[in-house]
């Protein structure tokens, strides 16, 4: 089962993949509209974003552990160097 | 290196990694590493060769314990909407932990920011799961309207309560086991209209 290379969600269904499309490494939470990826900013926004929806937490924190998130991605290693 | 080098190599890695479990659970994040190092039956150097610091063994434990539930959590899709099985299913895994997750509870608070941070993606994972069931609901209008963060804290509120209350709630026993059913049922009822 192939992984998101931006948020690390499996994708077990097609609906899973950006624009339904299952050649593509990312999700469709990370695809913008058009169904390119989202950037740096965008991605660690909306994490952010999920984890204040989901848990709550004040947004520093929330920031705080997306960051920490996509550290520990591959395809976001270039912005932590 | 031998094969036969790299294979003991590896098992002293998993010892050590056991030993740790059980010592953490047992005596909290800041027991001492001799203490590891006699439960895995391994000299204390060498639990230095493995983990260099031990912030990188606390976060390998984390590491491990997300693991485990990310892949109880993605075998689960066949249940869909019905929040009483993935409910059932977040308790079964947290009593196969239930010790390290007591631990974890308690003293989260005092970890460094990333360990914190991991627990903090942890919960995320379960939420994705339990709120995606929860949110189908409210709009089918079998569940209440409240924000999805207050549904998500009022079920681990629950669980961390009788956790953290487990010598008064169930002594010299599990208590996410004997609670199980009224946990679950409470929580539906609670959120049910």
């Given at each position: 089962m192939k992984t998101c290379?931006?948020?690390?969600?499996?994708?077990?269904?097609?609906?899973?993949?950006?624009?339904s499309d299952e050649s593509k490494d990312y999700c469709v939470y990370c695809a913008r509209p058009d169904?390119?990826?989202?950037?740096?900013?965008?991605?660690?926004?909306?994490?952010?974003?999920?984890?204040i929806k989901t848990q709550g937490?004040?947004?520093?924190?929330?920031?705080?552990?997306?960051?920490?998130?996509?550290?520990?991605l591959p395809h976001w290693k270039n912005h932590f160097d | 290196?031998?094969?036969?080098?790299?294979?003991?190599?590896?098992?002293?890695?998993?010892?050590?990694?056991?030993?740790?479990?059980?010592?953490?659970?047992?005596?909290?994040f800041s027991a001492p590493t001799a203490a590891i190092a006699d439960e895995a039956n391994v000299s204390h150097g060498s639990i230095f060769v493995h983990f260099p610091t031990v912030e990188s063994l606390w976060l390998c434990l984390l590491e491990n314990f997300s693991q485990d539930i990310n892949a109880e959590f993605n075998s689960l899709s066949e249940y869909g909407n019905d929040i009483e099985r993935l409910?059932?299913?977040?308790?079964?895994?947290?009593?196969?932990?239930e010790d390290f997750y007591k631990r974890l509870v308690k003293e989260a608070v005092y970890l460094p920011e990333e360990e914190k941070n991991t627990f903090i993606a942890i919960q995320s994972m379960v939420s994705i799961h339990l709120l995606q069931a929860l949110e189908r609901e409210i709009s089918r209008k079998v569940v209440k309207n409240v924000p999805p963060h207050m549904l998500f804290n009022t079920w681990l509120g629950l669980i961390h309560y009788y956790l953290l209350n487990g010598d008064l709630f169930a002594?010299?026993?599990s208590?996410?086991?004997?609670?199980?059913?009224?946990?679950?049922?409470c929580f539906l009822s609670l959120i049910k209209q």
């Open positions: 290379i931006a948020c690390g969600m499996p994708m077990k269904n097609t609906s899973d993949f950006a624009m169904g390119t990826m989202q950037s740096f900013d965008e991605k660690k926004e909306n994490m952010t974003d999920f984890i937490l004040a947004r520093e924190a929330a920031e705080s552990a997306a960051l920490s998130m996509m550290k520990k | 290196m031998t094969e036969k080098r790299q294979l003991q190599k590896a098992q002293t890695r998993e010892r050590i990694i056991a030993a740790a479990l059980k010592v953490y659970s047992e005596q909290g409910l059932e299913r977040h308790i079964d895994v947290l009593i196969k932990h002594p010299q026993d208590v996410l086991k004997r609670y199980k059913s009224a946990l679950i049922e």
